[in-house]
């Protein structure tokens, strides 16, 4: 989508402007938002007036648990937010590819402002007010070796001095290798970046085993040996701990010590992070900001050199080389911490009448304007050559024959009021732009439940566009789009963007971009849709919670396309007959795709880095290539599905095999002894032959001869050719979608190209 689109008829001026896609999340999070500016402006606030704070032991106490817990729950667990060094990556390939949009940066407001506090603290105190209070994960840790350390404290190991002073390089090893490597091959990178288990933290352990496994080995490391992941390993730590590493460039705030702390050696036994080395001075880079020290600094009942003053034995010594900032130095960490507290805090800021057009009114728009909320506007057959605009909530009802044409200008209608309904008109006729003057039906914010329903709309580049209503019911439509203009030119038949628990059902739309387009629209239904001739039948973005049952998608470039979503489903769809896929799933998290038809398609289902589904009880048949799953996709359930005649069943990029016992595979050539419908040896696919096949597709013409015979055969005999594969251990001998034999008859068709168009999909990884 244009970042901006203006309405600049004057009739729809009252319908405002879209606004760019970052801005509209940031409206969708204002609660959160504030909320959390707050937590950061308090913490903020904490670290300025630390020296009152630790005079008081009880409320420092209080103040750090309860950041602790905000941060390892409500940020971490409720949010989602963890800063991590991928995100630092991101930023380095942007600088070295020239990128300038800043607005990049703002799709995630509580990234953006987790950074903004990084930036502006890790140069006042250091790693340790990022690490020591905000850190979703780091608070987490501390919480849990508090907790374990009270149950078994006999239980805990400190690492001898001589192995800390070599362990805390590691961290910095680790970032700037894989910093390096991220210039070269930057998913090597971000594979390398889950050193961090952040990620795995932030969904819940709803990944793969092996993220699951590090998370758990580092969780206990880190109980037995205070926070030893953030202290040795962890990468971003590494990162924000260089400014203390470089006092001469970057002169931090220091603690406040005593000439003295050296010879107790009390504060360097307390150290949990181990920070306060022999002489009793702070090392900076090591750091947590726990603010022990400083308690103790005031602490008369076990600070030595208070002690001896209260005995009258001492004068009041004199702080240590690290003394307290100067008047200038604290008075520009108040400034500094002021600023940023002003920017954390900024987000802050009954029965009706009927009226008929023709009696009581010359024409739709007359009509409009002297309707009341619940009126109903009947129109009779005609052609009304006007722009509506609909701003109070009636029901505008087409008699047969009732045309709205927009005369080459647009939206034709327009809807800014709750609960309007437009129903039974022929609308068409609107501009081919790209905006919202293309629409024949623009719906916007404010203009929730409002229902389009039995209408045909013709000759418009977008047939209806909802933007930050919710609960818009889209119904029973025909919509046709330009079809003498390139795929690419086209406008979607239905967009809907911010338009949480949309439905958009029993609708027919030819020739369109996307037949149905979704972004950040959370709880959507789209259901019981025929689409054909366009690029993505129905294409979603960022889409929670949406159910996609029973579509039929033929003769597009892709059938269904699910897209870095969660808690979806996908239940007996027809995706028959497209160009390259049938349905498309990636980065998809506990989803379920149910009862589907995927006939005749170049691919008949793409995974990608999609993981933890329900993939059951589905018809894949006589596509070019039945499943390609590669990308990090794994850990899903598949099973129960009947694979047919596909040329080349799946093609599994990954490097181990994965288990999809189950499944019925027309290729199988094994037999079942024992009559319990299952084969008595596994099934295998992803074969050496198959992977020279999809590499080299004119290869296909060889596929019965007896050189492809003699290598699937020495294959079977020297394992130690053997590629990962899908393995099915209990295969079925016999089909089990229902009707199977009546539906591939009713859908003979096979795709005309392997890979077609594949080129003109955007958001697609590789082939």
Not at 361 to 375: F, M, N, Y
Not at 568 to 579: C, F, H, I, K, P
Request: include cysteine.
């Amino acid at each position: 989508m244009d970042e901006k689109l203006l309405l600049e008829d004057p009739l729809l001026s009252g319908l405002g402007e879209i606004t760019p896609v970052w801005i509209q999340i940031w409206q969708r999070n204002t609660i959160h938002i504030v909320a959390f500016s707050v937590f950061l402006a308090a913490l903020i606030l904490l670290l300025v007036f630390r020296d009152r704070l630790v005079r008081h032991p009880r409320w420092r106490d209080r103040a750090r648990n309860t950041a602790l817990v905000v941060s390892a729950v409500y940020m971490g667990l409720v949010l989602g937010t963890q800063p991590a060094t991928t995100y630092i990556l991101i930023a380095a390939q942007n600088l070295k590819s020239g990128m300038t949009d800043l607005t990049f940066y703002l799709m995630d407001p509580f990234i953006f402002f987790s950074f903004a506090f990084i930036l502006l603290t890790v140069f006042l105190w250091g790693r340790g007010a990022f690490c020591g209070w905000l850190c979703p994960f780091g608070s987490f840790l501390e919480l849990l070796y508090k907790g374990y350390e009270r149950l078994f404290p006999r239980w805990t190991w400190k690492v001898p001095p001589a192995w800390h002073d070599r362990l805390v390089y590691l961290k910095y090893f680790f970032f700037v290798l894989i910093l390096g490597v991220s210039f070269y091959d930057f998913y090597l990178a971000e594979y390398m970046a889950e050193v961090e288990p952040f990620k795995t933290y932030v969904v819940k352990l709803n990944r793969g085993w092996i993220f699951v496994a590090w998370f758990g080995l580092v969780v206990v490391s880190s109980m037995l040996v205070y926070r030893s992941f953030c202290r040795y390993v962890c990468p971003l730590g590494g990162m924000l701990a260089f400014p203390a590493r470089l006092t001469s460039i970057f002169p931090l705030v220091k603690l406040k010590r005593y000439d003295y702390c050296g010879t107790c050696r009390i504060g360097e036994r307390l150290c949990d992070p181990q920070a306060i080395r022999r002489d009793g001075s702070i090392d900076a880079a090591e750091c947590l900001y726990c603010l022990d020290c400083q308690v103790n600094y005031y602490d008369e009942e076990l600070c030595p050199v208070l002690l001896l003053k209260a005995k009258g034995r001492a004068p009041e010594p004199p702080p240590l080389a690290t003394r307290p900032p100067r008047a200038s130095r604290r008075k520009a960490e108040r400034m500094a911490a002021a600023g940023l507290a002003v920017l954390l805090l900024a987000p802050g800021t009954a029965f009706g009448a009927t009226l008929v057009v023709g009696k009581e009114a010359g024409s739709i728009g007359e009509a409009l304007k002297r309707a009341r909320p619940g009126d109903t506007i009947d129109v009779p057959a005609g052609t009304y050559r006007e722009l509506v605009q609909i701003e109070r909530r009636v029901r505008l009802t087409g008699r047969p024959g009732a045309v709205i044409d927009g005369g080459g200008e647009g939206p034709v209608v327009g809807i800014s009021a709750a609960g309007a309904v437009v129903e039974g008109f022929t609308i068409r006729n609107a501009p081919a732009t790209h905006d919202t003057h293309g629409a024949g039906v623009l719906v916007i914010k404010g203009a929730d439940g409002a229902v389009i329903r039995n209408n045909r709309i013709e000759n418009t580049n977008y047939g209806v566009w909802v933007t930050g209503a919710n609960g818009v019911a889209i119904e029973k439509n025909e919509i046709l789009g330009k079809k003498e203009l390139d795929v690419e030119a086209r406008g979607n038949g239905v967009l809907l963007n911010a338009a949480d628990g949309a439905v958009v059902r029993e609708n027919v739309v030819r020739d369109a971009r996307d037949g149905v387009y979704l972004e950040i629209t959370h709880g959507a239904r789209i259901e019981k849709n025929d689409i054909e001739r366009s690029r993505y039948s129905i294409h979603t973005m960022w889409c929670d919670r949406g159910v996609f049952n029973d579509n039929r998608m033929a003769g597009n470039l892709v059938g269904l396309a699910l897209m870095y979503s969660k808690g979806s489903e996908a239940n007996r769809n027809v995706s028959v007959g497209n160009s390259t896929q049938g349905i498309v799933a990636i980065q998809m998290i506990r989803s379920r795709m149910v009862g589907n038809v995927l006939i005749g398609n170049t691919k008949g289902l793409f995974l990608y880095n999609s993981i933890l589904n329900k993939i059951t009880d589905n018809l894949i048949a006589n596509n070019n290539l039945g499943v390609h799953s590669w990308g990090g996709s794994e850990e899903n359930e598949i099973t129960r599905n009947t694979f047919f005649r596909n040329e080349i069943q799946v093609k599994h990029v990954a490097s181990r095999d994965e288990r999809w016992d189950g499944n019925f595979w027309s290729d199988y050539m094994g037999w079942d002894t024992t009559r319990d419908g299952k084969g008595d040896i596994p099934y295998e696919s992803n074969t050496l032959v198959d992977a020279l096949l999809w590499r080299y597709p004119a290869a296909r013409l060889l596929l019965f001869s007896p050189s492809l015979q003699f290598l699937w055969m020495v294959e079977k005999q020297f394992p130690i050719l053997r590629a990962p594969r899908v393995v099915d251990r209990e295969p079925a001998m016999e089909p089990m979608f229902p009707r199977w034999t009546e539906i591939l008859a009713a859908h003979p068709g096979r795709p005309a190209k392997y890979y077609g168009e594949m080129e003109k999909l955007p958001h697609m990884p590789g082939g």
